[in-house]
């Protein structure tokens, strides 16, 4: 029988992610994700449950259940924590962010 921690390590196996990878694109602890892959194999809250499937790209009854599993294919390139930070911020903030940013890089040149 397969456990949501098994599904766990054979998804992160399959993508060729570190443990460290996984928890920074998930946005948790990599202690927690640590619990989560242990012998006792926990299950996280489905906050973090959601978090860890899209960062896998399979959906969360398939890590809960092991079911509704579709053919595995590797991601479109994953955007950045940066990438999604941004697209989270007021388009006046990301420009700000966008105009500070280029000042920044026109004085590392010098």
Do not use: W
């Not at 196996?13 to 927690?32: M, N, P, S, V």
């Amino acid at each position: 029988m397969s456990s949501f921690a098994n599904r766990l390590r054979e998804e992160i196996e399959f993508l060729g992610l570190t443990r460290k990878e996984l928890a920074y694109r998930a946005d948790i602890k990599q202690r927690a994700l640590d619990m989560y892959l242990g012998t006792q194999g926990s299950m996280p809250p489905a906050d973090v449950a959601v978090r860890l499937a899209k960062a896998l790209n399979v959906t969360v009854e398939y890590l809960v259940t092991g079911e509704g599993k579709t053919e595995r294919k590797l991601p479109e390139p994953m955007k950045s924590k940066l990438e999604q930070d941004l697209e989270r911020c007021s388009i006046k903030t990301r420009q700000f962010l966008e105009t500070t940013a280029h000042l920044f890089a026109e004085h590392e040149k010098k």
